[in-house]
């Protein structure tokens, strides 16, 4: 199924001579030889995650998988006797077992607390189960498949529709579990139910999920399905490169099953073979360091090293166009899959055919036909902005529209929170999310991003965000000098149109590219709005005066304020407001537009907070009252360093003289940056034709200006 | 001076052919050249550390010295001149130079806001003076002897007696820079002025310095008084690491021209070796990543690769004893030294003759006699701790009796504080240290330590910590599973005695080497006793309710305290009272043995903190109130994983099941430890009785034990 007999034979033959599949199959059978020596445990289903049976079935499952494998390569009965062993240890067990004691799952399994864990096992284990296939006899594959792996697909599947009968992560899970066994159990009626969904069954369109995601709002259903609504053309994932990392592997190992043994269903072609696109977003999708950028519901630290990339990267390489880019990803992952995808990639790495994955400033759509917003990246030497104006991306999806982070070669520069969970750390509310998702790492006020009045975006609720997405007004990296994009939100504040426009702009007086962030509000009223920025590491000055309070107090009472402790608060100045900081010995300076009614408030992540689930991050907030028509205008630089070892700072100061709107009107908006080291440049958006080929002439200050395209960048010596 | 005659002989000969001396001389050559190429700059002095003025001068002296070592290698005539050039330039600088118009320092520099810095120029300097001697004509030398170099070392010494005429690093800096251009013009007197002092200068011995240090108390003076005094026997100086760092290179760097100028001061011998030998216990005070510990002021990140470190490590391996684990360390440098030290460590490392620096378990004794206290360091696997029982040391002594602090292979784990200061960034208040350094950095609340009543160790008065130390009661390094260190403190808090005692344990049934940590106070009145623990990363778990507040208030008014943030509070457990958190992927556990009258605090630094100088770190407080006698009984775990690539939690609880006192009387303390995978063990110490042959008899509940010395451990199975 996923390894052929071709791919065995290829393996056989080369094995000893492929230096990073020999590596991992050395690894990979230590491993399974420990396990095998400790003997086979399948304890009665009992815990949450991060428990003693959650664990035990979750490493059976990789284990029987990997043991299947070590068979099928090096033909040794021990590993097939053992899978053989084990899976008459569950067929005896699952018999046996009601649902899974534990009630928090709006879909409980039986071996785990909820279907998502059962349909994981599925997966991995009907690939074991394929490779021991013609190992076992038929009676023996009888009583597997009668009491055992059907019953088994149908819990998660006819029994549990609001788990399997959806487009959401969790389905494809559980489409690709059922198709697997499917696929071994050469059962059409499964492969059918894998593909489709289940024959009429129709949900309630209007029930939610745990996380308050609408369990099944379209009614579709099904792989295709699920291939079909999520991704973009371009391979964004609706919910984010995090969760896109998680539904990775059922996409493509079921996709690889059913290019090897329905090679006419042409999945990888499927929808003009986005899910290998899918591939090359995700991985560009990640830092410098391979973290993949936490939008939505993410957790920080996961990245291209996890077990799920290794096999992206393998198929992709494998079933795609080889790029040669890949190779040099896989071999940072420091292994292969043992399957034809793998031996592909360890004998084009060992023939040295390697080249750098260049990562570039990209835009990548959001929504099923690539209309709903999207994310778009900038790339600029070391820097990557990370902009984000998508589609609500699901019940994982957080309030912040034309939201962005910012990134050096060395980590967050300005963050975006993620999520607020403790990934499978049992003390941790069970490793679940926690009450904090919702009231904090969701709010709008939790990003770098517009708050009008203290309220989230669409009021943070599903029900209006799920129906909005942001629109793209332009993106342009044609221009090696200057990244720009630009996109409008008009739905989060009815009444109220949010413009942002952000650059990296490479000027050989910065020393490394400025940032330039435009963000033009139009609104039926007036209102407050703030615009925070999330930074790490110590403030060492600022060109404002700010006091600091007696006691703290949260900056306000919901929707997120309520988390937020107001360490300092400050006046703004007349012209430009500047906060210097130095993280991982660096200095970095924000310089805005202000004017003295402007308020600056020094924030600190961590009040309501009574289990400390938060942390203790600070951001700086820019805060502008009674505002009906107004534009918020920064620049942010990374300069110089700071070496504890020599003690020098160097490049200590900001490098920006001046920066001014010098005109704000509703077609253009227009700003001068003059740098210390001299220099002036000036910076014009056409704010309503974003055309290429719109020719624009445009006064200001007695000096005429004409351009073609939506923006006008020039540098005045 | 520096260089020998053979030494560039040998250098000559060896050229190429010695890796690590050779890119050393490359790196330093670019430099220079690159120097040479921009041109001299010799600015009239205007700024404080950090500023353009500054910042030259100190390029300049760095630059003289290498360009005067790059002619005595190269032979090439540029570097002769480009040397010559600029100290005429000095000399027409210097001649018209008033004192340094910044007025902050004690003791005012002319090319720089303080003498010190002008100290630094000099010992730099008179080496490229000594480099470029003989190239020079007689007249020429004559001019710059009468206009620059008898002046600059009259100013900072005759006419600066206040910061020359000192047992403290800043005199050591003058006393090298007197001696060393004295050593090159052949002029006894300021030869014998760098040895002994300025002849019949008495300072005022109550007099203090800018950081509220006696300015000479002793009346002591001159380079032999500053090796006599603050190092002890065993090579700790008395300031700590940081500042041993930094007195290191005019200790070495003046001894070892005295050591090639005048053989017969035998200066390497000179009390014992120390010189030699406090090299050694330098290094013994970096913690895995090459750190140095910050006790006392110290800034963190300094390490030995800092220069001062080379010229510590080649000096060592070349005049001492040759020992092969330096010459690891001069690897992992990456640089030598180019003079005849230097080239001894490349032909060594070249001929594969290193081996690697083993730091063990060692303790420090403290005072010129050895017996002020002192450094105990216990180490086993990966875990480090850092016992301080020493003096006050001088004006950059913290008022930490008997505080710890933990480190892993990771970095810190339970921290000092260190210093509050951002050494040469000028925005943080000039790069000198802040305010608060001394309401915050140097108070007792700051370190993991005891605090009575809210009160810093001798009312943090340097007056009376100043004439005070701890006394050790025993260490013992011999037994690899258990290593321990024992000391009283008598004089912190008047009639309260502290007795300490701190053991890393080897048991396999934990995963690491358990911390155990046993206070015990006997006072002759009541009090309330705090004790801290700062951790970084967050709260995983604990086993005791608490509260949050609504609004942050203070933990107290003054001594550090009003810079503590009360985040939570609660009470303690009967039994044991336990605090998990998770840092660097690892997690961490306290356990201490409580009452249910017993406080918990958690705190957070950052309050009346107007200018951000402080780091929001975190801090686990454990108060009891009203006791008179008593003793706090703790264990600390580092125990498993987290990893965000897998998501798999490891090992994430701690494995002590309880923590117990089974016996607490005037001579004896007894305590049990169970492990939740099985064991017991009891830990005896006689409080009264540290003598290695004592013989101990004690009964507890009913069973007797024997023993000999002043601890008995062992584990019940």
């Known amino acids: 199924m996923i390894l052929t007999k071709t791919g065995v034979?290829?393996?056989?033959?080369?094995?000893?001579?492929?230096?990073?599949?020999?590596?991992?199959?050395?690894?990979?059978?230590?491993?399974?030889?420990?396990?095998?020596?400790?003997?086979?445990?399948?304890?009665?289903?009992?815990?949450?995650?991060?428990?003693?049976?959650?664990v035990r079935h979750k490493k059976n499952w990789i284990v029987l998988q990997k043991a299947g494998v070590l068979y099928q390569i090096l033909d040794d009965e021990k590993y097939a006797k053992y899978v053989k062993d084990m899976l008459m240890q569950y067929e005896e067990l699952y018999k046996t077992l009601p649902l899974h004691p534990k009630t928090k799952s709006y879909a409980r399994g039986k071996l785990f607390w909820q279907c998502l864990n059962d349909a994981n096992w599925l997966v991995y284990v009907s690939q074991a189960y394929d490779c021991i296939y013609d190992y076992l006899t038929k009676k023996e594959r009888k009583k597997l498949e009668k009491n055992l792996f059907r019953p088994f697909a149908d819990h998660i599947?006819?029994?549990?529709?609001?788990?399997?009968?959806?487009?959401?992560?969790?389905?494809?899970?559980?489409?690709?579990?059922?198709?697997?066994?499917?696929?071994?159990?050469?059962?059409?009626?499964?492969i059918d139910r894998a593909m489709y969904g289940i024959k009429g069954v129709n949900l309630d369109k209007t029930a939610k999920d745990d996380d308050g995601g609408f369990l099944n709002k379209d009614g579709r259903a099904g792989f295709l399905a699920n291939i079909e609504a999520p991704f973009s053309p371009d391979g964004y994932y609706n919910e984010g490169p995090y969760y896109q990392r998680y539904a990775m592997y059922p996409f493509l190992v079921f996709a690889t099953a059913l290019n090897n043994v329905r090679p006419e269903t042409k999945i990888f072609e499927y929808k003009d073979g986005v899910l290998l696109k899918s591939i090359n977003a995700l991985l560009n999708l990640t830092d410098a360091n391979g973290n993949f950028y936490p939008l939505n519901d993410g957790q920080k630290g996961m990245s291209l090293y996890n077990n799920a990339l290794v096999t992206a990267v393998n198929i992709s390489y494998h079933y795609g166009s080889q790029d040669k880019g890949l190779l040099s990803i896989a071999k940072e992952q420091g292994r292969v899959l043992l399957d034809d995808s793998g031996v592909a990639v360890a004998i084009d790495l060992r023939d040295g055919k390697e080249q750098p994955f260049d990562k570039k400033s990209i835009n990548l759509s959001d929504g099923a036909n690539g209309q709903q917003g999207g994310v778009g990246i900038l790339r600029n030497d070391e820097l990557e902005l990370v902009f984000k104006y998508t589609s609500q991306g699901s019940s994982h999806g957080h309030y912040d529209k034309l939201s962005f982070s910012l990134y050096d070669e060395l980590g967050e520069v300005l963050q975006d929170y993620g999520l607020a969970r403790f990934v499978n750390i049992e003390q941790k509310g069970g490793g679940n999310y926690l009450k904090e998702n919702k009231t904090w790492a969701k709010q709008t006020v939790a990003h770098n991003t517009l708050v009008q009045n203290e309220t989230s975006h669409f009021l943070g609720k599903y029900e209006i965000g799920s129906q909005h997405h942001s629109e793209l007004y332009f993106f342009d990296n044609q221009n090696d000098s200057l990244q720009i994009i630009s996109a409008k939100e008009k739905n989060a504040y009815p009444g109220t149109e949010m413009h942002r426009t952000m650059a990296l702009i490479k000027d050989a007086d910065f020393e490394?590219?400025?940032?330039?962030?435009?963000?033009?509000?139009?609104?039926?009223?007036?209102?407050?709005?703030?615009?925070?920025?999330?930074?790490?590491?110590?403030?060492?000055?600022?060109?404002?005066?700010?006091?600091?309070?007696?006691?703290?107090?949260?900056?306000?009472?919901?929707?997120?304020?309520?988390?937020?402790?107001?360490?300092?608060?400050?006046?703004?100045?007349?012209?430009?407001?500047?906060?210097?900081w130095l993280n991982n010995r660096r200095f970095y300076t924000i310089t805005a537009a202000t004017n003295p009614s402007d308020e600056i408030h020094l924030v600190r992540i961590g009040a309501n907070d009574p289990e400390f689930n938060l942390r203790r991050d600070a951001g700086f907030m820019l805060r502008r009252k009674n505002a009906q028509n107004t534009t918020f205008v920064a620049t942010m630089e990374a300069h110089g360093s700071y070496s504890p070892v020599s003690e020098s700072a160097v490049n200590a100061s900001s490098n920006i003289a001046s920066l001014k709107v010098v005109l704000d009107a509703e077609d253009y908006t227009a700003i001068t940056i003059s740098g210390k080291s001299g220099g002036n440049r000036l910076f014009i958006i056409a704010n309503t034709n974003a055309s290429k080929e719109a020719r624009h002439q445009l006064k200001i200050n007695g000096k005429e200006y004409t351009w073609v395209g939506p923006y006008h960048y020039n540098q005045i010596k």
């Open 9 to 54: 034979e290829k393996i056989r033959a080369e094995l000893g001579n492929i230096p990073l599949f020999d590596s991992s199959l050395k690894t990979l059978k230590e491993e399974v030889d420990a396990e095998i020596a400790l003997g086979i445990d399948t304890p009665i289903p009992k815990d949450y995650s991060g428990g003693y049976t959650h």
């Open 512 to 580: 490394k590219p400025l940032v330039l962030d435009i963000l033009k509000i139009i609104s039926e009223k007036e209102n407050q709005y703030d615009l925070p920025f999330y930074y790490f590491g110590q403030l060492i000055t600022t060109n404002f005066e700010f006091t600091t309070p007696k006691t703290l107090k949260t900056l306000g009472e919901k929707n997120g304020y309520q988390h937020l402790w107001l360490e300092a608060e400050g006046k703004a100045n007349e012209g430009n407001t500047q906060f210097s």
């Open 157 to 190: 599947s006819v029994e549990s529709p609001q788990f399997y009968q959806r487009v959401h992560n969790h389905s494809t899970w559980g489409n690709a579990a059922v198709g697997m066994i499917g696929l071994v159990m050469d059962d059409q009626a499964l």
